[in-house]
């Protein structure tokens, strides 16, 4: 199975900041990566999906980008509404895997 | 629009059974795989597998064989998750997800997910 490791797993920032979340894949995945946000009680939401590809809806303040093992999914100007854990999932081959998360915490 | 809706919350016992519906609407249920997601008390999400909803036929992760049944029902355009010979480890919130577009595996929408609690 392709592992997916996220970094940081966890972060402090404020409103306003930029911030980075990395996700390697343990092997090449092309862009077959997609990028959720999960609130705490609640299900996740699709965010990115072919690495870099907006879902209809998310905010422009979110991007992704990368191919092959390293992606990085960005938050332009962090919101209120952004504090949350975030999640890399690849589906370049079976069986599908996600990243551990990221939680995204108030500084 | 769009929507998965599961049942609600389930309280089992060890070796008892359980099944979770989840009902789909705003699409043609049969045009997109259906997915199950496991996400134990605080921790990350876990793929169990998907089921073709054209032929029905399932496709089981590693670790979820034997125990774990995903059927069908095109009818009310639902899919099911039963459980059977439940455990402790069991404790988790399923969600059901669909393929984002026909023939991809990321996943959207989802369902808002049943917590299945196994407790004697």
């Known amino acids: 199975a392709i592992r997916m490791t996220q970094s940081p797993s966890s972060l402090s920032a404020s409103t306003g900041d930029r911030v980075t979340i990395t996700c390697r894949a343990s092997?090449?995945?092309?862009?077959?990566l997609a990028w959720y946000q999960q609130k705490p009680g609640k299900a996740p939401k699709l965010l990115i999906y072919?690495?870099?590809t907006l879902q209809s809806g998310v905010p422009s303040r979110f991007s992704g980008s990368g191919s092959g093992t390293d992606f990085t999914l960005t938050i332009s100007c962090l919101q209120s509404e952004d504090f949350a854990t975030y999640y890399c999932?690849?589906?370049?081959?079976?069986?599908?895997?996600f990243g551990q998360g990221t939680r995204l915490e108030i500084k | 629009q769009v929507q998965l809706v599961q049942s609600g919350s389930e309280l089992k016992k060890p070796g008892a059974s359980v099944k979770v519906s989840c009902k789909a609407s705003?699409?043609?249920?049969?045009?997109?795989?259906m997915n199950w997601v496991r996400q134990a008390p605080g921790q990350g999400l876990e793929w169990m597998g998907w089921?073709?909803?054209?032929?029905?036929?399932?496709t089981y992760a590693q670790g979820f064989t034997g125990r774990f049944v995903f059927s069908l029902d095109t009818s009310v355009s639902t899919a099911y998750l039963q459980i059977s010979s439940l455990k402790a480890e069991d404790t988790a919130v399923y969600y059901c997800?669909?393929?984002?577009?026909?023939?991809?595996?990321?996943?959207?929408?989802w369902g808002q997910g049943t917590l299945v609690t196994v407790s004697s």
């Open positions: 072919a690495a870099s």
């Open positions: 089921i073709n909803t054209n032929t029905g036929n399932p």
């Open positions: 999932q690849q589906y370049y081959s079976y069986p599908i895997t």
């Open positions: 997800a669909r393929d984002g577009v026909a023939g991809t595996e990321w996943f959207d929408p």
């Open positions: 092997q090449g995945i092309s862009s077959y």
């Open positions: 705003g699409y043609t249920f049969t045009s997109y795989a």
